[in-house]
């Protein structure tokens, strides 16, 4: 395992110096669900709830979470981005909107806790903006899926058990489909 690069050999942390680093394009892209009653989910896509968009507010927020990285995240690297574009795409087999965002940037450090932030806002916005509707709405999943740039290069997320849809303990299985919520009968 490497060594933990926010700790200084007494144990305190400390913003890493990336003076020295080459600059690089550096493009990282982080995923996450948020996951909703099927009417919830309809009622979205629709475009009824009493808030407004919610997937182009949720979308606008991303940006702005995006924007702000640096001030939430207490050792993060201020970035010079150089773009973001965010998905999120209604799964309605699974109850879920998948949020996808994909972060980039020419620059010393790389720009991977900027994707996951814009990716937890996006989430974070969606249940704002539903809970009204649907207290029970869950967030999922917020994960880096890949990386490139930098001297460690290329690194993707294996598909695996993360990008799986979960049961909750006590769920049964009868009558679903892909692990989604249970079919209303009638």
């Given at each position: 395992?490497?060594?933990?690069?926010?700790?200084?050999?007494?144990?305190?942390?400390?913003?890493?110096?990336?003076?020295?680093?080459?600059?690089?394009?550096?493009?990282?892209?982080?995923?996450?669900?948020?996951?909703?009653?099927?009417?919830?989910?309809?009622?979205?896509?629709?475009?009824?709830?009493?808030?407004?968009?919610?997937?182009?507010?949720?979308?606008?927020?991303?940006?702005?979470?995006?924007?702000?990285?640096?001030?939430?995240?207490?050792?993060?690297?201020?970035?010079?981005?150089?773009?973001?574009?965010?998905?999120?795409?209604?799964?309605?087999?699974?109850g879920v909107l998948r949020i996808r965002a994909e972060a980039a940037t020419t620059a010393q450090t790389g720009?991977?806790?900027?994707?996951?932030?814009?990716?937890?806002?996006?989430?974070?916005?969606?249940?704002?903006?539903?809970?009204?509707?649907?207290?029970?709405?869950?967030?999922?999943?917020?994960?880096l899926v890949s990386k490139t740039g930098g001297k460690s290069g290329e690194w993707a997320r294996e598909r695996?058990?993360?990008?799986?849809?979960?049961?909750?303990?006590?769920?049964?299985?009868?009558?679903?489909?892909?692990?989604?919520r249970p079919r209303k009968s009638g």
């Amino acid at each position: 395992m490497s060594k933990l690069t926010h700790f200084d050999d007494g144990g305190h942390a400390h913003m890493v110096d990336v003076g020295k680093k080459p600059e690089t394009e550096r493009v990282a892209v982080a995923a996450g669900a948020v996951e909703m009653k099927r009417e919830t989910l309809d009622a979205v896509g629709a475009g009824i709830m009493g808030k407004g968009d919610v997937l182009g507010i949720a979308r606008v927020a991303a940006i702005a979470g995006l924007k702000r990285t640096s001030e939430l995240i207490p050792l993060c690297h201020p970035l010079p981005l150089t773009d973001l574009v965010v998905g999120i795409t209604p799964d309605r087999a699974a109850g879920v909107l998948r949020i996808r965002a994909e972060a980039a940037t020419t620059a010393q450090t790389g720009v991977e806790m900027e994707a996951m932030t814009a990716a937890s806002v996006a989430a974070l916005t969606i249940y704002d903006m539903v809970k009204g509707v649907e207290r029970g709405v869950e967030i999922r999943g917020i994960r880096l899926v890949s990386k490139t740039g930098g001297k460690s290069g290329e690194w993707a997320r294996e598909r695996g058990d993360a990008d799986k849809p979960r049961r909750r303990p006590g769920d049964r299985t009868k009558g679903r489909i892909g692990g989604g919520r249970p079919r209303k009968s009638g």
